[in-house]
């Protein structure tokens, strides 16, 4: 298993081996970190069923952008977004519903799913999937967007 996280502090990334224990994840590089629960758990066929980060229980499935390309591909994404909102931070809804789109395209790469907090954003790669767990729902995602838990 990999968890990949971010760092609140300085957007650092943050790569565990292994569920967060209760407490500070130290950053690298700002010697700050991210505050995790750490009651991370695991369902009987092994799939994330709790982040270990931020107790969230809702996750979703998004093709790994973990190569080259992948994330050429994201940061395109993610810079055109970024644009997006900068532009009319009003319309954020409708700009992530394009990159929704976008990564939808992706799809064709092929590209094996990883699961992904709906929360805080933590990444599970290389863990067994929930069939439960679904693709990208705007309308839970906006649920934590406007209520979001530390
Ligand atoms: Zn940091
Ligand atoms: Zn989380």
Known sequence: MEINSFCPECENGIFLYEQPKPGLVP???????????????LDAQGAISRCGFCDCVEFYRQKDFN??????I????????????LKDW?????????????????????????????????????????????GFDLKIHDRYAFHKKK
Do not use: H, M, Q
């Open 67 to 72: 190569t080259k390309l992948g994330l050429w």
């Open 90 to 134: 009003l319309k954020t809804g409708f700009g992530i519903l394009v990159a929704g789109a976008l990564l939808d395209l992706a799809l064709y790469f092929g590209l094996s799913d990883i699961v992904i907090c709906y929360n805080c954003r933590a990444i599970y790669r290389g863990l067994p999937i929930n069939p439960k767990v679904e």
């Open 27 to 41: 950053c690298k590089r700002c010697g700050k970190g991210r505050e995790a629960v750490g009651k991370g758990e």
């Open 74 to 85: 994201t940061a395109a994404i993610l810079g055109s977004a970024l644009v997006f909102f």
